[in-house]
């Protein structure tokens, strides 16, 4: 019964939070939506239920909706419609609570490079009223963390990128946030940079703390998260763990270059691979320049069959590669964003929903 | 703006419910804070600090070799026949520096702006009065410090041309002279506001930068700044009566002999220097509180949450 009358008591009572310390979700974000002046609908629904402790990515193609949503998230935009509440705390009725608790690196480095790595931090430090005691620690933890503990005492004007991007990841925490927001923070960064990003974001999470990351790089959502969201033309498309969105994908691809991709060759090779075991009601051919891409759940196992089949039909195969579907093919597939729809063979649904797309390539 | 205040005050009277986290300061150490990041700034600066100062000193000496000679006839109806061109000089050179240092202003905001440092500060919880403040302290500061280098500077230059008979300087003393530093920071505060605006209003260094300095010689040139407003022809004496660099100039000229220099407007009620100050200071309090306002609505625009 006292289940019942939490849970009715929760509904009524908008400070839920208020009552248990330690609310469940980091952000509970509610029918979000903003409207630009100029009538531009940049969000138009979009719900957040962020557990604490998650890391959690925002998946998007520009101008999808990400920095407008998470500047709604920090305090920076007041959102049009809905509500939203970070670490309990209500960004329209308590702006400042909300500030104090969480940290937010925006899409463009945001860092006084007059000032050495050392200043910068300890302005933040300020900002953020860390204790005075604490601070010289701190400073130097997080420092240590980003590694710019060598060129602390020197001018954030003459770091790389890379290196002026990691200083903003340190000031973003110097107040051990709950929850830290991270808008597309690797954007513009070469793969090594990145990768060394990653790295901190992961000891960052392992922390406890809760991640907010947007990005559009799929890999990077892979690489991270627990969970994503993709949010295309404003609304959250599709959300789920990896794991989840690539089985929508419908399995592993199985991808096949021909010597001689000749329009009729490639058909006849669709024709043999459609008609083979790999191909069940939730599989798909598709056909590209160089051959055919075999999107199956026995991919792995039964590919070498569609091989022989191929080899005694007289097809010469030069390429052959079998592979786990990337947040690549999920979000193409999803968005149907970057995808050549003029043909049935490469109807973005087919890879998506194979189900309700039956005729691309059967 | 002052929506989000009253509620945050709300909020902050039943902390007693709320989890234990960094908290945000008060006012005054924000103010702090905020004073601190930009002097440090300022300091590292230091060919900005020389040139900007640098620029308004040149005058100053031009002016007095070129024109010291010929001047006297033309200044002295104004302020005395036994004067000399440099003490007429330098509290328009004093209020040059406030123009200066002023003009930065607005070039530090756009800087921010520009660098993100801006909205970092929004998402921060530090007052967001106590962010500007701040940063507007660290340029009254410039001010009294240019200032009194001017007056020095001036006083030295005095010494060297006249042999160490300088007439009177700074007649008014140790008040007059702390005297000229307000006066500075009054006169400052307009175009501060001003260059803020532009600052807000472009959103681009260059474009600030070229509107507030484009008015920086004419309304120098065209005020009582070089010669008294008696000596102007028509067009320019009338552009000048109504230039606030005038009123800024008049009134410091007024604490540098320690008379009534004010030919703009006649007062007579309240005897010898002040009849210069309180007009004068009356009309740029008057245009501070003007620019101010509007300054203030375009930084709570550019703070506000609002989407645009």
Redesign the interface.
Known sequence: MWVATLIEYSFKNAKWS?VF??PVSAIDARHLA????DGTEAVEDVSLDIPEGEFFGFLGANGAGKTTTIKML?????P?EGSVRV???DVA?????V????G?M?Q????????TAR?NVR??C?????PRGERAGRIDDLLDLVDLADVADK?AKDFSGGMKKRLDVA?AL?????VVFLDEPTTGLDPKARNRLWDYFRRINDRGTTVFLTTQYLEEADQLCERIGVIKGGEIAVSGSPAELKSRVGGDVLELELDDPTDRDVERARAIAADSALVDDAAAVETTDDGIVVTSSVARSRGTDLLVSLRDAGLTITGFNVRSPTLDDVFLAITGEEYDVDGDDTDADATADPERAPGASR | MSA?TE??A??AA?TG???A?????GFL??TW?NL??WM??TA??PFVLTFSLLNPLMFLVLFTEVFGGVTGGAIGGSVGADVNYTTYLVPAIAIQVSLVSATTSGIGLVEDIE???F????????HRGAVFLGKSLSEVLRIVVQVCIVLTFGYVLLWLDTGGNTGPYVATGLPGAVGIVVVGIVFSVWFTAFSNIMALVTRDQESTMLSVNILQFPLLFLSSAFLPLESLPGWVRVVASLNPITYGIDAARALMFGRDVMSVVEVTAFGGVWNTLVPALAVLVTLDIAFGAVAVYYMARATS????
């Open positions: 208020d310390p330690s903003l409207t630009y002046a920090v305090t920076l935009l007041r049009t670490n309990g705390y009725d308590a702006p400042r609570r500030r104090e608790s969480i937010y925006a463009e480095t945001s860092i006084d490079t007059e000032l200043e302005f933040a300020e900002a953020y009223g860390v001018r000031t110097v107040h051990e946030p709950p | 989000e509620s945050d709300g909020t039943g419910n709320s989890r986290e960094a908290s945000g300061n150490t924000d804070v601190k990041r440090l700034k590292r600066n660098s993100g440092m909205e970092k500060a929004l998402v921060s919880p530090m949450a609002e989407a645009r």
